[in-house]
């Protein structure tokens, strides 16, 4: 016992020499400072706070990391240093642009074993690279089922996403009319032991550890690695594309787990396990995408009400339970087509106000709330409209 406790200790400590976690937090300032300009620079004003893209994933991250944690380590799955060293140099290499498209485990894991695959051989054949044995005596079926689980927590992810954590943005539409889009975006990091090489731990049954490379003794150490994504939509309601993309995910997660099942008895398996991986989740963002440009833009104007682009955060609209997908119809009884009649109705009852607002089911909701001084443009609404730039210019000129 003694044992395992110090190499739970020096595993946690490992943890903050690692860079990919400062990586990881740098990542998400570089997003979030980007996400906050482009914010301005279209409404005029901050939205969502700095490192919103990773708000609300930790109930996935920390339950999943303890749960991948007791399966490996109670499983012994292990995994070799340059394993490791590779996994994080291909997340950062591929989240090095501050888009989080590339940061699936499909993408990560996939190209790692590919080049996990090709490169000992080539390695092995002109040098005597130190670690060339280890790269040489890998198991990978412990690599796909990190992927699959790692798939698995994406898809939970999405399908967890709301109205009130996706980003909206201002493009202009095939008629030169400005029309709103939303972008699903979240980056978190699945923190979990693995047992590695060479340490204090020795094996407590036969059959311990389960997938392994050579190496009689094994230590603990704490891994901080990323998952995420990053996907346009313009031609649906934001929510409803999330799950729709989770839902795939998660089937894909299932499929891959099966084949890593498979490949303990059939090693080749992995390969598939693989390539379906990365095949499959290039595709469902490809279908997603060419799909959504055929749709109609979701968010445009029209003469039967506003629709709701965005809602900011702690303002009276996010307090009243108005959605973002959610179309205002009438203000103080009167109908309205476009940001000024809101306004304008707004103004007619400087005390109180009464929206009538259609949701997702058609259906319609009636909401009211005292108004105070400023309110009427405090609201928190956000519609799709010309950049507040663009508007800013023009007055200034």
């Not at 047992?195 to 603990?220: C, K, N, R, T, Y």
């Not at 108005?322 to 400087?350: C, K, P």
Request: proline share 5%; hydrophobic share 45%.
């Amino acid at each position: 016992m003694d044992a395992w406790l110090i190499e739970l200790a020096k595993g946690i400590g490992k943890l903050f020499l690692n860079p990919l976690l400062y990586w990881s937090v740098i990542l998400l300032l570089l997003a979030s400072t980007r996400r906050i300009k482009q914010e301005r620079s279209q409404f005029g004003l901050k939205i969502f706070d700095a490192f919103s893209e990773a708000k609300h994933t930790w109930p996935v991250s920390l339950i999943g990391g303890i749960l991948l944690s007791i399966a490996f380590v109670g499983g012994g799955v292990v995994l070799s240093y340059p394993v490791i060293m590779l996994l994080s140099a291909m997340m950062v290499l591929l989240s090095i642009s501050g888009r989080f498209t590339l940061l699936s485990a499909a993408y990560t894991f996939g190209f790692s074993y590919l080049i996990l695959l090709i490169a000992p051989p080539m390695i092995a054949e002109y040098t005597d690279f130190p670690l060339t044995t280890d790269l040489q005596s890998l198991n990978f079926t412990g690599l796909v089922l990190l992927l699959a689980a790692f798939l698995l927590m994406e898809a939970l992810l999405l399908l967890r996403s709301t109205s009130r954590e996706t980003y909206p943005e201002l493009v202009k539409g095939n008629r030169g009319k400005w029309v709103g889009r939303h972008r699903l975006k979240k980056l978190t990091v699945i923190p979990f032991f693995t047992l590695v090489p060479s340490g204090m731990i020795e094996p407590f049954a036969d059959w311990w550890p389960f997938l392994h490379i050579q190496g009689e003794s094994f230590g603990l150490v704490l891994l901080p690695l990323m998952t995420g994504f990053e996907q346009v939509v313009k031609g649906t309601n934001p929510v409803y594309a999330a799950k729709r993309i989770g839902r795939s995910v998660l089937i894909l997660a299932l499929f891959t787990f099966g084949l890593a099942i498979g490949s303990y008895f059939l090693p080749l398996l992995s390969l598939a396990a693989f390539g379906v991986a990365l095949v499959g989740r290039e595709w469902i963002s490809f279908r997603f995408r060419e799909k959504d440009k055929q749709e109609q833009p979701f968010f445009h104007p029209s003469e039967k009400g506003l629709l709701i682009l965005g809602i900011i955060p702690g303002t009276p609209a996010d307090r009243l339970g108005m959605l973002v997908g959610e179309r205002i119809e009438r203000v103080n009884g009167q109908q309205i087509s476009n940001e000024q009649e809101f306004y304008s109705a707004l103004q007619r009852n400087s005390a109180f106000c009464k929206l009538e607002v259609r949701d997702e089911r058609g259906e319609i909701r009636f909401l009211q709330r005292a108004m105070y001084q400023g309110d009427p443009h405090e609201l928190g609404i956000l519609f799709a409209k010309e950049e507040y730039r663009l508007r800013k210019q023009e007055k200034s000129g």
